[in-house]
């Protein structure tokens, strides 16, 4: 029925949108490798106006613990570095006169538990968006068969089908935050 199929598919999507926001939200956890969307946050004063690093330079990871920048123009390579001492992300840039290095400081014990926490605390919120999301078309799929518009068996099984799709993407949601951690953790 295309009532049902539609507020499945309106479920599914809004899990969807919850494991995207997700995977969003772990890229900005720190591990202790180097990631160029750590330096997402880095804006350059490009004659004048607030630019992202990555549309000024070329960011590149040439090993695990180090960033390299590598502006288009030389003569933003000042700019580069006031706009990483500015971003507050803890890391000192090192200017040679053609690129800027960056060396990621080591995770203490304590501070990868700290992060492990909060790592938990944002997979919860995921379960918590998928669960809503459930609910809604749980909400819809009652509405319908109280307006008569679907029967009570087909409620029952499409709510059996969005409970499948929600174990589906929370069994996802625990994937992902395992890997998470376990890339945190390992020295």
Known sequence: ???????KSNAAKAMEKSIDSLQNELKKVRTGRAQVSMLDPVMVDYYGSPTPL????TVTCPDAKSFLITPWETNVLKDIEAGIIKSNI???PQNDGKAVRLRLPELTEERRKDLVKSIKKILEDARVSIRMARRDGNDSLKQKQK????????QKSAM???????????????QIGSEKEKELLTI
């Not at 029925?1 to 507020?7: L, Y």
């Not at 089908?161 to 589906?168: A, L, R, S, W």
């Open 1 to 7: 029925m295309k009532v049902i199929d539609e507020i």
């Open 54 to 57: 990555n549309q000024v330079a």
């Open 90 to 92: 803890g890391m000192s």
């Open 147 to 154: 307006d008569k518009e679907i029967s009570e068996d087909e």
């Open 160 to 174: 059996n089908d969005i409970q499948d799709k929600t174990n589906e993407f929370i069994k996802k949601v625990d």
